[in-house]
């Protein structure tokens, strides 16, 4: 599996300082999917992170969608795939969470909704799970294709 990693980012111009690949299996909750799947973590570091995550990690989404064809058709087994570089996705789902917890308290205190920027289905299903918890505020998700945003509201 490193070996594959390894060729693309190198066929890519892209120099690898360190690489780490951790495989996990888990039992799947929905029932559509096969009871057990591996779930794999690869974490890269390389020279020049930008060129590889790309504007909003959008790079860096693709390259995980390319190395997951590329390692089933090595592997010929299903397998869910977080391909991270540099700790990008790391540090943004932590800024993420920090600024959703931000604005719920802005909520909380003023009792007035607030809206958040647009952003993917993955960031806002973050900030829904982050926030689920409270019972001071309710989110929802509005607007439709790339302006789908968060709307925070007093409960």
Excluded: C
Excluded at 65 to 70: D, G, T, V
Excluded at 120 to 147: M, N, P
């Amino acid at each position: 599996m490193k070996e594959v990693i390894q060729e693309l980012l190198q066929k890519m111009g892209i120099e690898i300082l360190s690489m780490q690949a951790d495989v996990n299996s888990f039992e799947a909750q929905d029932h559509e999917l096969k009871n057990q799947k591996d779930y794999v973590v690869v974490n890269v570091i390389v020279e020049e992170p930008q060129m590889v995550i790309g504007q909003n990690g959008q790079t860096l989404f693709e390259l995980q969608r390319i190395l997951k064809i590329l390692l089933y058709k090595k592997l010929q087994k299903d397998f869910y795939l977080s391909l991270d570089i540099n700790e990008y996705k790391k540090k943004k789902i932590e800024y993420i969470k920090h600024m959703a917890n931000t604005l719920a308290d802005e909520v909380a205190a003023t009792k007035e909704k607030r809206v958040m920027v647009p952003m993917s289905s993955y960031e806002r299903r973050i900030i829904h799970t982050e926030l689920s918890g409270r019972q001071d505020i309710i989110t929802q998700s509005q607007g439709k294709g790339f302006e789908r945003y968060i709307e925070i509201s007093p409960r």
